[in-house]
């Protein structure tokens, strides 16, 4: 059994900086591919950045390139968002995602075989 806990979302202002993190229990992950993303009201999840296993290899959607950071820090088995310069359209719900061990990382949620519950991110204008 996995589970994975997201903090950090909160409300802010445009142009301010939120952290999220991303915990994982359970069995141990530190070595599957992991990824945030993001769902706002009466849209589709998206992706927004997805890290390797040993984050050697990262992608970014491209309206937050720039911006987003993600890292991640195996030995807490955690991984980080880091959101700057954010924009009223980066509202919505944070989600973090892990792959079964040994899978490669990819940008598409269906390949995502352990969700957290989710974190609200609010960007007021």
């Known amino acids: 059994q996995v589970h994975l806990v997201e903090s950090g979302g909160g409300l802010v202002q445009a142009g301010g900086s939120l952290r999220l993190s991303c915990a994982a229990s359970?069995?141990?992950?530190?070595?599957?591919?992991k990824g945030w993303f993001r769902q706002a009201p009466g849209k589709e999840r998206e992706f927004v950045a997805v890290?390797?296993?040993?984050?050697?290899?990262?992608y970014y959607k491209d309206s937050v390139k720039g911006r987003f950071t993600i890292s991640r820090d195996n030995a807490k088995n955690t991984v980080y968002l880091q959101m700057n310069s954010l924009k009223p359209e980066d509202t919505a719900v944070y989600y973090c995602a892990a792959r079964t061990p040994g899978l490669g990382v990819t940008t598409t949620p269906s390949t995502y075989d352990y969700w957290g519950q989710g974190t609200q991110v609010t960007v007021s204008s």
């Open positions: 359970g069995r141990t992950i530190s070595s599957s591919a």
């Open positions: 890290i390797s296993w040993n984050g050697g290899i990262t």
